[in-house]
């Protein structure tokens, strides 16, 4: 399974942007797809995560009701939209992806396969 980068950027404050992970390889319906995101100076850190089949979406708690994951299953892309952007979501962006058993879908640790990462910066 590979993952390609998705696309980040410059927002301001306030701002909305939606990254995408296109997926090849064989990703079957137990696979878990997660966004990570890991600002400077900072671990790693859980974002959201859906199960490729669609039946568990899990989000971090601080991030409830601002970022919205999805997945189309016809594209082999994974979404993660960001709505009313901080300063604070500044960082590194990650999309993994893994056969997982949920219970395990926060751990870094626990993904097979990782994206490249790409860079969203929240500035005015």
């Known amino acids: 399974v590979q993952l390609q980068a998705p696309g980040g950027g410059l927002v301001q404050p306030g701002g909305s942007l939606k990254l995408s992970c296109g997926t090849s390889?064989?990703?079957?319906?137990?696979?878990?797809m997660g966004w990570f995101r890991q600002a400077p100076g900072r671990e790693r850190e859980f974002v959201a995560v859906?199960?490729?089949?669609?039946?568990?979406?899990d989000y971090a708690d601080s991030m409830k009701g601002q970022f919205t994951i999805s997945r189309d299953k016809a594209k082999n892309t994974v979404y993660l939209q960001m709505n009313s952007l901080r300063r604070e979501d500044t960082a590194v962006y990650y999309c993994?992806?893994?056969?997982?058993?949920?219970?395990?879908?926060?751990?870094?640790?626990?993904?097979?396969?990782w994206g490249p990462g790409t860079q969203v910066t929240v500035s005015s």
């Open positions: 390889g064989q990703i079957t319906s137990n696979y878990l």
């Open positions: 859906i199960r490729w089949d669609g039946s568990h979406i």
């Open positions: 993994a992806a893994s056969p997982l058993i949920w219970g395990a879908q926060t751990r870094v640790d626990a993904y097979r396969h």
